[in-house]
């Protein structure tokens, strides 16, 4: 899990997004994870809270500079 949020983390500051979604499939017996989307605005199903995640978000991008 660790090295997907690394992985997610790493691609956004090469594409300057800071949101991004991987369409990722793992190799089961070898733990090897093969990337096979990159989305500029990822889906977020299954977040809990999803609203407060967002406006922090954006709040923080807009409000903060």
């Known amino acids: 899990v660790q090295m997907v949020k690394t992985m997610c983390t790493e691609l956004g500051n090469e594409l300057i997004l800071s949101l991004v979604g991987l369409d990722l499939i793992k190799e089961t017996n070898t733990d ?25 978000h954006f709040y923080t991008k807009c409000c903060n500079k």
């Open 32 to 56: 090897i994870y093969y990337l096979l989307d990159i989305n500029y605005f990822p889906g977020f199903k299954g977040f809990k809270d999803l609203r407060s995640i967002l406006h922090s």
